[in-house]
């Protein structure tokens, strides 16, 4: 089952536009982290932040986080066309043997020059 | 290594058949995933290890899916009796520590059942 519900399910714009995808995920976790993925390949982690933490950046990359609606948002800004993929939100669930991270169904991202 | 490696990168298996999907984690990781992802879905969640254990496997869908990893390195996704549902891209992932941390994925091998 998904944890995380990514909105929107696609999102096109031009380059050196922003792009602002959210994520709502529904049971308590220890940090939430986003991922990207090109087509046909595996996926690349991009930024982790903690239960703790509110907000977090990574070069182009403006993570938030709140606990108290249970979402976050990825912002990323000066979009380039390298940056087409699909973004996904993934949490950390204690199944009371380990941790697993439980991920999205992410949001497709198609910049155009 | 360099990074996570899977092997074969495509299989066709026709219905019946059995197949074993091969990953190789990252040098020195302890934590070892599978990871099923269907077109066009987030991936979900197969079985963990953190080395040799198999510590959570709740999410394997029937009794026809084994996985091991029995040095604690490498490890084996053997599916018996493949069905057409089977077909997708199965992900392996490892990371250094505990399950809390960061993913590397490897490749994945897409699964074609006819």
């Known amino acids: 089952s998904q944890q995380g519900e990514e909105d929107p399910q696609a999102l096109s714009i031009q380059e050196g536009e922003n792009a602002t995808m959210n994520c709502s995920y529904k049971?308590?976790?220890?940090?939430l982290q986003w991922y990207r993925q090109n087509s046909g390949r595996g996926l690349v982690h991009l930024i982790l932040i903690r239960s703790n933490e509110r907000e977090k950046h990574s070069g182009r990359l403006r993570v938030t986080l709140d606990t108290s609606k249970k979402s976050s948002s990825l912002l990323i800004t000066a979009s380039r066309a390298a940056d087409t993929a699909s973004y996904f939100c993934?949490?950390?669930?204690?199944?009371?043997?380990?941790?697993?991270?439980?991920f999205g169904t992410g949001t497709r991202l198609q910049v155009t020059l | 290594g360099a990074g996570v490696s899977q092997s074969p990168r495509y299989k066709v298996a026709k219905r019946g058949q059995d197949v074993a999907l091969r990953c190789d984690p990252i040098?020195?990781?302890?934590?070892l995933f599978w990871y099923q992802q269907a077109l066009g879905q987030g991936p979900e969640f197969l079985t963990y290890?953190?080395?040799?254990?198999?510590?959570?496997k709740s999410g394997l869908p029937s009794d026809r899916f084994f996985a091991e990893r029995p040095e604690g390195s490498v490890s084996t996704l053997k599916i018996q009796r493949t069905q057409q549902e089977d077909s997708a891209v199965y992900l392996c992932?490892?990371?250094?520590?505990?399950?809390?941390?960061?993913?590397?994925f490897g490749s994945g091998t897409q699964l074609s059942v006819l």
């Open positions: 992932a490892s990371s250094l520590g505990g399950s809390h941390g960061k993913l590397f």
């Open positions: 049971t308590s976790i220890n940090n």
């Open positions: 290890f953190q080395n040799e254990a198999q510590l959570d």
């Open positions: 040098s020195g990781h302890v934590s």
């Open positions: 993934a949490t950390d669930e204690y199944t009371g043997t380990a941790s697993k991270l439980t």
